[in-house]
Nanobody, 125 residues
Framework: QVQLVESGGGLVQVGGSLRLSCAAS????????MAWFRQAPGKEREFVAR????????TYADSLKGRFTISTDNAKNMAYLQMNSLKPEDTAVYYC??????????????????WGQGTQVTVSS
């Protein structure tokens, strides 16, 4: 059983930055992959980025490359999402999730076994 707790969300102005954190516990995390998804009101949950815990291999949504960076601190069992140059359309609840299979990289919510409760990010113009 893996537990995930997100933090770091909040209100930020257009062009600002935020770093989201995801604290993970339980399970053999080094064998898994971690991802960030987001969900805006009235929209489906959307893939943001993914990283494999052991190799650090990353995958990003094409539309977010260059602005968002996913990383982990394996010693602390923490995952992060650095978000720069934020736009109003980045407003959403952001979730971290764990995939028990490292390959193939999954870009949809199905197949992710564990989820955090989410953290709200609001970008004001």
């Amino acid at each position: 059983q893996v537990q995930l707790v997100e933090s770091g969300g909040g209100l930020v102005q257009v062009g600002g930055s935020l770093r989201l954190s995801c604290a993970a516990s339980g399970g053999a995390l080094s064998n898994y992959a971690m991802a960030w998804f987001r969900q805006a009101p009235g929209k489906e949950r959307e893939f943001v980025a993914r990283i494999t815990w052991n190799s650090g291999s990353t995958t990003y949504a094409d539309s977010l490359k260059g602005r968002f960076t996913i990383s982990t601190d394996n010693a602390k069992n923490m995952a992060y999402l650095q978000m720069n140059s934020l736009k109003p359309e980045d407003t959403a609840v952001y979730y971290c999730a764990v995939d028990l299979a490292i390959w193939p990289p999954k870009l949809i919510p199905a197949g992710y076994r564990y989820w955090g409760q989410g953290t709200q990010v609001t970008v004001s113009s």
